[in-house]
């Protein structure tokens, strides 16, 4: 036999009687909600960049020293912008690309920065030797300048017109496939020269 008070029972009893009849009773239609937008996976091809063609793009890169170098500072000359880190696929294939326009094409007319996303600072190397006058290394270990532009992959290259303005993107090229983005470079120094 139970020593549990029979007033016990009854609340329990009560409780339970309760609970079932919130289970078994339709709930009211409260009202519409509409459904939380769905957010897009970025799309390398279509979209690599939050920024479009022809768009000034005003920003400061953080650079490997320490030092921030604005892009208004370079307007007059075309900028590349590569961010990418040590760990891709493309690290440093494009290193020679560069060297070899501004070799044609001299510091007063191209710019190039390459903005590597990696964490420690051990991991880069600037290679000098690579690296000639108009040839920038950034370090951006928290990836912020990439989040500002809402980059797609990595690497995503930028070339930038002499006013500063979205010229060409390219973004997560297989190994190799730097011929595109030679023409596009070599398209924004032609139309900057036009313009002169």
Known sequence: MSTRPLASRGASLALLAVLVACQSTPARPGPSVPPEPSTALPDPVGAPVNRQPGELLAITVPLVDGDGLALASLRGRVVVLELTATWTRN?????PLYARLLREHGPDRLAVIVVAMDSERATLSPEPGLRGPGFDLGWDPQGAL????QAAALP??????REG????????APPGATQALEDGIRRALASSSAAR
Not at 91 to 95: D, F, I, K, V
Not at 156 to 161: G, I, K, Q, R, S
């Open 91 to 95: 690290w440093p294939q494009t290193y």
């Open 146 to 149: 990439a989040a500002r532009l």
């Open 165 to 172: 303005r979205v010229a060409y993107v390219q973004a997560d």
């Open 156 to 161: 995503t290259v930028l070339v930038l017109d």
